[in-house]
């Protein structure tokens, strides 16, 4: 159980709930959670996955790693500490989208299974959907797409994902996506035709 702090009450049970929430947009919530390295295509999945499902008339908030960090965290760094709060706070965030019938697509490297199992332990585990962004290695930093590799090779950034920090596969995600064996279309496809029977409602 979680504590709360003293001197807080919470008010959620009095709140409107997400049911009669998602009823008015005719949706179930859920919070897609995208994983992989530095280049494995999260962002442009994202976007690609938004439009689609906007199409069909779902509501839909990206929350992606860079836009988060130019905003809400743009106080946090990349020590081991502020890497965990960047991910309580996103995870905080995304559960109140969900909360609010809202489907979430979450752009994060996170990568290791304690960061993912963190985030999944705040979202809820009934609500989280593991997706795991495939490339490898060389792939992604060939395409290096923020010059990122390049200046991790140089040792302008340290602690660089998959270079001299490790990131550990998701050992079973409810989807993989293998950027390197299809297009941006196939794979946003893939989610689609994997999530949209979980957002209908019934
Ligand atoms: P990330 O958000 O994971 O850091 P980006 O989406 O910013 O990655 O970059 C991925 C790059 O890979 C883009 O330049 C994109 O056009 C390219 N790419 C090639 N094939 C794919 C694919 N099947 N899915 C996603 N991105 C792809």
């Given at each position: 159980m979680k504590k709360t702090p003293e001197n807080i009450y919470p008010i959620f049970d009095r709140l409107l709930q997400r049911e009669a929430k998602e009823k008015m947009l005719n949706q179930k919530a859920k919070a897609l959670w995208l994983t992989g390295?530095?280049?494995?295509g999260k962002s442009t999945i994202a976007q690609k996955l938004e439009a689609m499902l906007y199409q069909k008339g779902f509501y839909t908030q990206v929350l992606d790693g860079d836009n988060i960090r130019s905003g809400l965290?743009?106080?946090?760094?990349?020590s081991v500490e502020d890497r965990q709060e960047n991910i309580r706070r996103i995870a905080e965030v995304s559960k109140l989208f969900v909360n609010c019938g809202m489907v979430t697509i979450n752009c994060f490297i996170s990568p290791t299974k304690s960061i993912r199992d963190f985030a999944k332990n705040i979202i809820g585990e009934d609500d989280f959907v593991e997706i795991y962004i495939n490339a490898p290695f060389e792939v992604c930093e060939d395409r290096d797409v923020k010059g990122l590799y390049k200046k991790a090779r140089a040792g302008?950034?340290?602690?660089?994902t998959g270079l001299d920090s490790p990131y550990e596969a998701p050992e079973q995600p409810a989807l993989e996506i293998r950027t390197n064996e299809s297009t941006v279309e196939e794979a946003a496809q893939l989610i689609f035709d994997y999530i949209t029977p979980l957002l209908v409602k019934s």
């Open positions: 390295l530095s280049g494995s965290n743009n106080n946090l760094g990349f302008e950034i340290k602690n660089f």
